[in-house]
């Protein structure tokens, strides 16, 4: 007899199959049980005769507990009305009979839920979640390849810091200290040289003690960097970019975000080009509307949330003051006291997804800017480099997936859109 997936029950109707799974669900009344089974790939609703069953049989049934696992051989049978499938249970096994399973139909508090990431993966929502991000890894590789990206793997341990040192992991290294990465694009830097357009897509860590909804410690970031391209062409392929993967989501996730009960009309109706403004138009509209934001301040969460939420297609915000920004920014020509870079933010309120700039290309600035942040010149003598043999103009951006996957999913905290969530507050399980 065949094992089959409950994702191609439909191609089985009439016939006899093995599942093999866990039941997520279930309830009686006399002389048959319902059972709900969960296999990994999709749900099923599997009944139970007792006429179809040996005595013995139909009594084993009764110890039927929450996420007990089971293998059943049943008849496939399409739903009357709708497009449904159901299992008639000709036989069964059990694997193991469940104890008691901590998570229930009531609600629980988060922490309780966060307490129990290693369960609380299985329901049904957490399931979507994870399918969603899957497509989005996918979606990122193939639009990467579609574009003539070459993947690159930047290392995680390093010597220096790219975005700031107030946030970096140390960590000791034989008789010296490394650093865990925060993001590889200055390693991508050097590799345009050698293939022009290249990405990476790894875990990165940020030591920095933010407790918002948007801040983890470790969490997946996919970089990409481009050979002779300015500002404008950078804007333009991360819209290209983000509106592929949110396609891509809509077309291969649509029960996931049923399950999500996502609102899907702002991702159906994303369209190139976005919205675009410059950080002082971002500040005067949020000190219009009551903000006692200054001039020269960098956006803050309630800031993004706020200005995010008058939206409804993302938005860049570009040319922010280059104090706020890192030190390998290129500054505006005509305004020098700003950076070439844009964050994108998700509409309805979600904020950065993605920050990109234009990159300093000069030996003599990019030296004083390091010496301005205070960095060790020494730590940076390579990167320096790529600056005296065939310095080019060049940009790239870091997408963060878990804010990727949280807006796409309309799950406001990112704590939710990874599978094992890592904060200050938590690195168990
Ligand atoms: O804006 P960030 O810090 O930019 C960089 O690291 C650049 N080196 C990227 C580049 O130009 N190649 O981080 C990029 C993105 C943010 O837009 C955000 O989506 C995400 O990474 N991110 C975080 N996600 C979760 N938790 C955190 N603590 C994050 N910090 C940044
Ligand atoms: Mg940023």
Redesign the pocket.
Known sequence: MKKIFIQDLKDFVGQEVVIQGWVANFRSSGQIAFWQIRDGSSFCQAILNAQDLSPEKWAESQKVSLETSVKIIALVAKHPKKEEYELQVKDFEFYQIAVEYPIGKKEHGIDFLLDNRHLWLRSPKQWAIQRVRNILILAIYEFMEKNGFLKIDAPILTPNA??GTTELFEIDYFEDKAYLS????LY?EAAIFAHNKVFDFGP?F?A?K?KTR????E?W?M???MAFIDLEDNLKIQEDFIRFVVLKVLDKNTADLEILERDLKFLQNIKNPFYKITHAEAIKSLQKAGSKIKSDDDLGGEDETKLSQQYDNPVFITHYPAKVK?FYMKRDTEDDSKALCA??LAPEGYG??????QREDDYDILLKRIKEHQLNKKDFDWYLDLRKYGSIPHG?????L???VGWICGVPH?RETIPFPRTIYRIRP
């Open positions: 790219c975005e925060q993001s590889g694009q991508l990165v940020r920095e933010s948007r801040h983890l410690t969490f970031m970089d990409a960097e890192a964050d994108l950065e997804i993605v920050g990109g700039s790239g951006f870091g997408l963060g878990e804010r990727l990112v």
